[in-house]
T-cell receptor, first 113, second 111 residues
């Protein structure tokens, strides 16, 4: 099956803990993204990454960092979670970043207590 | 930079009626447009992608209109059915190759 896969589906943690979310795509794409979707469904791009370049949205707090082992994987690490980090984190991929549509994973819902 | 405004944020229509969602954008050089659908608890699925050279695109049960003069992108769901209940997002690829997202429309289809 070719798609974008994310784990875990849900994660509940406490303030100050470190969390890591996984994303893998089997579509053969070369660009991957992380989005944050808040409770009002607003989508905010956090990172985009291909084998050449990491683009960081400058509004993203430094406790967030992407981690990539190869072009099929882009994980998201949050060093010390805050209550405002509670959201759904969506991973996406595309072939190139200029013209192509993005394909999305099912998301990881993070709840910070 | 490009700004995209999506309206309305919430929309409720009766089954069988039409639902109309609009996005306006600011960059006249934007050239690639997308509509995504997000069903409750699910991720985003591409409904349609539109080139700037095409003004009317028809899908299964919906029509996408692009008015370049007014910088307006519209999604018209015809004869809505319960399966159309979802959040809909537009996205615009601007001249800086950035994908700018609308704020979403939550559509509810009433029986």
């Amino acid at each position: 099956e070719t798609a974008v896969f994310q784990t875990p589906n849900y994660h509940v943690t406490q303030v100050g803990n470190e969390v890591s979310f996984n994303c893998k795509q089997t579509l053969g794409h070369d660009t991957m993204y992380w989005y944050k979707q808040d409770s009002k469904k607003l989508l905010k791009i956090m990172f985009s990454y291909n084998n050449k370049q990491l683009i960081v949205n400058e509004t993203v707090p430094r406790r967030f960092s992407p981690q990539s082992s190869d072009k099929a994987h882009l994980n998201l690490r949050i060093k010390s979670v805050e209550p405002e980090d509670s959201a759904v984190y969506l991973c996406a991929s595309s072939y190139g970043d200029n013209y192509a549509e993005q394909f999305f994973g099912p998301g990881t819902r993070l709840t910070v207590l | 930079g490009e700004q995209v405004e999506q309206r309305p944020p919430h929309l409720s229509v009766r089954e069988g009626d039409s639902a109309f969602i609009t996005c306006t954008y600011t960059d006249p050089n934007s050239y690639y447009f997308f509509w995504y659908k997000q069903e409750p608890g699910a991720s985003l699925q591409l409904l349609m992608k539109v080139f700037s050279s095409t003004e009317i695109n028809e899908g299964q049960g919906f029509t996408v209109l692009l008015n370049k003069k007014d910088k307006r992108l519209s999604l018209n769901l015809t004869a809505a059915h319960p399966g159309d209940s979802a959040a809909y997002f537009c996205a615009v690829r601007d001249s800086n190759y950035q994908l700018i997202w609308g704020s979403g429309t939550k559509l509810i289809i009433k029986p």
